[in-house]
């Protein structure tokens, strides 16, 4: 993920949404805290820049045990793949930057990419999302996105896969000044988005309040990061915030307005807070009380100040630490150490 210095004045919260909210609470004391299986629950990504992961079956094992009904994998590793056969877990699967402009290129290089790294999981893998690049808009491959989704597009047609939902996922920074996206991403994005706009599927977006806050905790207040507010912090015309995250996502549909796009929804393929790298900014408690609320506020299905009742789909960043990634924070997002101990309590 990219850090993403959010402008802190942009935003704010939603309405309550009391009877979703108690018909939900009503549900979650009856069943497990992640709902698993149908559209409803939280996802968790499962990232492997780690050179002392348990072994693949083992990770599985563990979404399982915690009733985590929804992965995120960013690029199509074979050996999680194959764990994955018969778990009953939806998969949000990632083609990797670099294959973007292959699959771009043709049909062909669409369906090759598929009958690899899709066909072979088909009877026994439920695919929910394939996204085409992580972050890939700006960048070398930007314009090969669009491109890209559509070839695939078309190969999932072919197969009659209409249950799959082609996207990209973009991070915050994409998003400019003044509610519009950045002049270097506008150009890929529009592309993308009237693919997104023609097919009625969300654009995914990684959604970091941790990183507005962190880059400015005297302007954005640590409970307005963490969802704890109790009134709202920010109001923006006719719409009040209580929590950035909200204000983060409707950002995204206000630069989509710009761009004349009023029916593409945002779906959370990435949100977490560090637990560790960066003093009392990052400590469990925190890291904790951010993934709980996020959690919850994905559930209750209250969608945003700008998109009331619109159901979020959201993936924790992420399952376990990963010691490849750069030292201090970027090693420290897992909700689970290696050995598969969690580093606080979640769920
Ligand atoms: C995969 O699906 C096939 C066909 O339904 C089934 O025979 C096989 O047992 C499944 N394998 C696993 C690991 O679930
Ligand atoms: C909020 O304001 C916008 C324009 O600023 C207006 O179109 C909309 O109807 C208002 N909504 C409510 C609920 O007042």
């Not at 590793?77 to 009953?88: I, T, Y």
């Not at 790298?277 to 408690?285: H, L, Q």
Request: hydrophobic fraction near 45%; include cysteine.
């Amino acid at each position: 993920m990219h850090r993403m210095h959010l402008r802190a004045q942009t935003m704010a919260s939603p309405r309550m949404f009391l009877a979703v909210g108690m018909m939900m609470m009503m549900v979650i004391m009856h069943s497990p805290m992640v709902i698993v299986g149908d559209k409803i629950g939280i996802g968790v990504c499962y990232g492997m820049v780690a050179n002392n992961l348990p072994s693949a079956t083992d990770v599985i094992s563990l979404y399982k045990k915690y009733n985590i009904g929804k992965l995120r994998l960013f690029d199509p590793n074979p050996d999680a793949l194959e764990a994955l056969k018969g778990s009953g877990i939806d998969v949000a699967l990632g083609a990797k930057n670099e294959d973007i402009p292959s699959i771009a290129t043709s049909t062909e290089g669409a369906e090759s990419w598929f009958t690899t790294n899709v066909l072979p999981y088909l009877s026994n893998i439920t695919f929910s999302f394939i996204s085409v690049g992580n972050e890939a808009i700006p960048g070398e491959f930007a314009n090969d996105v669009a491109p890209a989704m559509s070839n695939l597009q078309a190969v999932l047609n072919d197969h009659n896969l209409n249950g799959i939902t082609v996207t990209t996922a973009v991070a915050t920074m994409v998003l400019g000044v003044s509610y519009q996206f950045s002049p270097e991403t506008k150009g890929a994005l529009a592309d993308v988005l009237s693919f997104l706009s023609i097919k009625g599927s969300p654009l995914m977006a990684n959604v970091y309040p941790y990183f507005a806050y962190a880059s400015d905790p005297d302007q954005v207040r640590l409970d307005y990061a963490l969802f704890t507010a109790k009134d709202p912090v920010v109001v923006d015309g006719n719409l009040s915030y209580h929590n950035l995250f909200d204000a983060t996502v409707d950002s995204f549909y206000w630069a989509m307005e710009k761009q004349g796009v009023n029916n593409v929804g945002v779906a959370v393929s990435e949100s977490g807070w560090p637990s560790a790298g960066n003093g009392g900014f990052t400590t469990p408690e925190l890291a904790s009380t951010y993934n709980r609320n996020f959690m919850q506020h994905v559930l209750n299905m209250g969608g945003t100040p700008k998109r009331p009742g619109a159901y979020i789909e959201g993936f924790i960043f992420a399952m376990f630490n990963e010691n490849q990634k750069p030292s201090g924070i970027e090693q420290n997002w897992g909700l689970f150490y290696p050995n598969m101990q969690p580093v606080y309590a979640v769920f």
